[in-house]
Antibody, heavy 122, light 109 residues
Framework: EVQLLESGGGLVQPGGSLRLSCAASGFTFSSYAMNWVRQAPGKGLEWVSAISGSSHSTYYADSVKGRFTISRDNSKNTLYLQMNSLRAEDTAVYYC???????????????WGQGTLVTVSS | EIVMTQSPATLSVSPGERATLSCRASQSVSSNLAWYQQKPGQAPRLLIYGASTRATAIPPRFSGSGSGTEFILTISSLQSEDFAVYYCQQYENWPPTYTFGQGTKLEIK
């Protein structure tokens, strides 16, 4: 059974930093690209960042480029999101999301974690 | 940038009836379209990918159709557990980019 468990959320002041983690189990972690997707309170879903299985390639939404860094440790089956220079508009639940795999996969997300809440406020 | 527009924003349907949710892309996304269900306080759950393929363990009352710019999610004979928010999402193979619609809230009439 695929499981994704996020941690590291909390209250941080504007301009501060936070690192989110996502512990993965139930699949061969290193074989799959992973994503972070966020959801502001009462709002819709926004893709934030993606990383290839080997960490060779990373991608970011324009809204976080230059402030957030995605990384992974395949020896620990863990995905990370380092968030710097945080703003009030970064307040959201952050979800870890697994990309599909295999020959028929064309990019959809097939599993999501339960999310961790990040609140940016003074 | 591709913009995904869902309609209606809220849909009121009685249990046992059919619900039809729409999603429109600002430019063709071929069949690279997924649908997700989200209940309050829960993570999204994949329902449909490739515009019309049901994900694992999704009951057959959920069906997707469309290609290009116009997509439909149909839920036949609504059950109480189906009342939730539904999001469409377009995806690219690589580099990975994802754009979500703003969601349709399906509520009990």
């Amino acid at each position: 059974e695929v499981q994704l468990l996020e941690s590291g959320g909390g209250l941080v002041q504007p301009g501060g930093s936070l690192r989110l983690s996502c512990a993965a189990s139930g699949f061969t972690f290193s074989s799959y690209a992973m994503n972070w997707v966020r959801q502001a309170p009462g709002k819709g879903l926004e893709w934030v960042s993606a990383i290839s299985g080997s960490s060779h390639s990373t991608y970011y939404a324009d809204s976080v480029k230059g402030r957030f860094t995605i990384s992974r440790d395949n020896s620990k089956n863990t995905l990370y999101l380092q968030m710097n220079s945080l703003r009030a508009e970064d307040t959201a639940v952050y979800y870890c999301a697994k990309r599909c795999g295999g020959g028929s996969c064309y990019g959809w997300v097939d599993y999501w974690g339960q999310g961790t809440l990040v609140t940016v406020s003074s | 940038e591709i913009v995904m527009t869902q309609s209606p924003a809220t849909l009121s349907v009685s249990p046992g009836e059919r619900a039809t949710l729409s999603c429109r892309a600002s430019q063709s996304v071929s069949s690279n379209l997924a649908w997700y269900q989200q209940k309050p306080g829960q993570a999204p759950r994949l329902l449909i990918y490739g515009a019309s393929t049901r994900a694992t363990a999704i009951p057959p009352r959920f069906s997707g159709s469309g290609s290009g710019t116009e997509f439909i999610l149909t839920i036949s004979s609504l059950q109480s557990e189906d009342f939730a928010v539904y999001y469409c999402q377009q995806y690219e193979n690589w580099p990975p980019t994802y754009t979500f619609g703003q969601g349709t809230k399906l509520e009990i009439k």
